[in-house]
């Protein structure tokens, strides 16, 4: 069973059908027995990062998510989710993030092109930077899809992917047992579906 977390932000639902369509349980839940009793576990995201973030923390479920991924669980966090794994995030601000993965947030206007629209929105191709099980069942250049006005920074080590928008962007990370993707594998097609379907066999 996989657990999507709810704490009030996020693409929750067409998450659940997804897993569906690969033929993997999955339930949308805030309840913490629950979440200890998932075999893996998504933490979505969409918004802002500040708010998003309180709403973790005042919900409970940033303890749940340290404690779990702490004994070794399978955690992905997509979007905001996995911007949300790393120290802190500097969008309007600084706020501090789950402290899983160490890194920081940045708006992506810093570092790219200046004629490029923001926030990124589109499907680019993933530029593999390390062998990960994620990426089993897909090949470097399939392409996701991404919508984000900020990027992880300060990850090198972390990280298993990046897609281009006139300079690298982080695409994807993992360190032990946690995962983040900053495209949407929901909304990815098949190559989402078959990134899903890998993280369901980790």
């Given at each position: ?102 890194g ?12 490029l ?15 990960s ?46 995962y983040?993707?900053?495209?949407h ?18």
């Open positions: 069973m996989i657990a999507i977390i709810d704490y009030g932000v996020g693409n929750l639902f067409s998450l659940k059908s997804s897993f569906s369509v690969i033929g993997h349980d999955a339930m949308v839940t805030s309840d913490k027995n629950e979440i200890e009793k998932a075999d893996r576990i998504i933490l979505p995201g969409v918004g802002a990062f500040e708010d998003a973030a309180e709403k973790l923390r005042t919900s409970g479920m940033a303890d749940v998510v340290k404690e779990q991924a702490a004994a070794g669980k399978p955690l992905m966090g997509i979007c905001l989710g996995m911007q949300m794994l790393f120290d802190r995030s500097y969008e309007y601000g600084e706020h501090e993030g789950l402290g899983l993965i160490h920081s947030v940045k708006p992506i206007a810093d570092v790219i092109d200046k004629n629209k923001i926030p990124h929105i589109g499907w680019n191709p993933l530029i593999f930077r390390k062998e099980p994620l990426f089993r069942y897909i090949k470097e250049g399939d392409c996701v899809y991404f919508v984000h006005s900020y990027y992880a920074a300060d990850c090198d080590e972390n990280v298993i992917a990046d897609a281009e928008y006139s300079v690298p962007l982080t695409a994807a990370v993992a360190k032990g047992n946690i983040g993707c900053q495209f594998p929901e909304k990815s097609g098949e190559v989402g579906l078959n990134i899903l379907r890998a993280f369901c066999e980790l």
